[in-house]
């Protein structure tokens, strides 16, 4: 019997003259799946710049405002919040800092082609770990912009004068590619990119002034390149959503008592009332007490059950909204598979 754990917030949501609606939390799969062997990976950056593409990139440096060694280290603290993230995964038994490793990337704001996998194997042998997660791309971008307004200003003597304020505003986009590599399979098990922006302001009596306000956005960089590096560790845990289910609560006087008691969270007993009329003579009747079968079993994680119940309303009973159902609990049992397949 497969089961994936649900949980029912509330129902209450009138959406016709017979059904409420049901809210649940799902559990699902992680975005990405690693091999159950994965137990020591490595964390490597590959990011920085060849020698041929060096010049190139202290160009784009120049013309897009950015500070010096910005992108150097806004990829170690990428580096840095994965491997941190990786290590809070139970899954692993160690996580390994690769930073030893001398990678540089090609091209320049292009995601580079993957590792060869003699390379992979070899740095896997050397360093005794079983997968690379690589920082394949990392660069950032800035605009700035300045203005002024009129403004009231103290001097020093306490006199308050009018005044042009200057006001400078940067935006830096902050641009990271990664990929998993997996040599015992020969997989690249994700590929995965990621923009996220910081705003900095500063205001003084002139630009000079002005701009020395947002001279500390390196350190915003860094934090939100930290960030990126833990969310991106994040796409190997289950997520949990908020899902809608429609329940049939109009049929006979059962459906209204069952009604009250699912609105007071008494679900199971509000089962056994709607199991009752799933031997109703009214083909209606049945059929929505046998929908309303699928809804329980789904509530109490047990989706095969749920399953048998949806097909058999649409199947014998003709409820056009047990069809829809039962697609949603197939796929949710193809997740629970991938689940299973996602634990270590």
């Known amino acids: 019997m497969r089961k994936i754990l649900y949980l029912a917030f509330t129902a209450g949501l009138l959406v016709s003259c017979k059904t409420n609606q049901l809210y649940l939390n799902v559990i699902e799969p992680a975005p990405v799946t690693l091999s159950k062997s994965v137990k020591t990976p490595g964390v490597i950056n590959r990011s920085m710049p060849t020698d041929e593409t060096k010049g ?54 292009a995601f580079p082609e993957p590792l060869k996998w003699e390379i992979v194997d070899m740095i896997c042998k050397e360093n005794n770990v079983d997968a690379i ?8 971008d800035a605009r700035i912009n300045y203005s002024t307004r009129k403004a009231d200003v103290k001097t020093p003597i306490g006199i308050v004068v009018p005044a042009l304020e200057h006001l400078a505003n940067m935006e830096t986009i902050v641009k990271t590619g990664w990929r998993i590599y997996e040599p015992a399979d020969r997989v690249i098990s ?22 020395e306000g947002i001279i500390k956005r390196k350190e915003a960089v ?117 689940l299973n397949q996602q634990q270590p």
């Not at 919040?81 to 290590?87: I, K, R």
């Not at 997660?133 to 950032?140: A, G, K, P, V």
């Open 222 to 338: 860094k934090e939100v390149s930290n960030l990126a590096g833990h969310g991106y560790a994040m796409r190997l845990l289950p997520v949990e959503i908020r899902v809608v289910r429609d329940y049939f609560v109009k049929g006979t006087n059962n459906f209204k008592i069952a009604k009250r008691k699912a609105r007071l969270g008494k679900w199971d007993e509000a089962g056994l009332l709607w199991e009752k009329e799933t031997q109703n003579p009214r083909m209606k009747v049945a059929g929505r007490a046998c929908y309303n079968m699928g809804i329980i079993n789904e509530i109490n994680g047990d989706v095969d059950a749920a399953l048998g119940w949806a097909q058999k309303a649409y199947e014998d009973y003709n409820i056009k909204l047990a069809l829809r159902y039962s697609r949603i609990l197939e796929n949710r049992i193809f997740e629970c598979e991938i």
């Open 133 to 140: 997660f690589s920082l394949e791309y990392y660069d950032t």
């Open 56 to 109: 190139l990139d202290v160009i784009e440096k120049i013309l897009s405002l950015e500070g010096a060694d910005l992108d150097k280290d806004g990829a170690q603290q990428c580096v840095l919040g994965l491997a941190d993230e990786l290590l809070n995964n139970h899954r692993f038994d160690a996580v390994k800092d690769l930073s030893q490793v001398d990678f540089r990337t090609p091209k320049i704001a």
């Open 190 to 211: 994700d590929e995965f990119q990621h923009v996220q922006s910081v705003v900095y302001s500063g205001r003084g009596i002139n630009p000079v002034a002005a701009v």
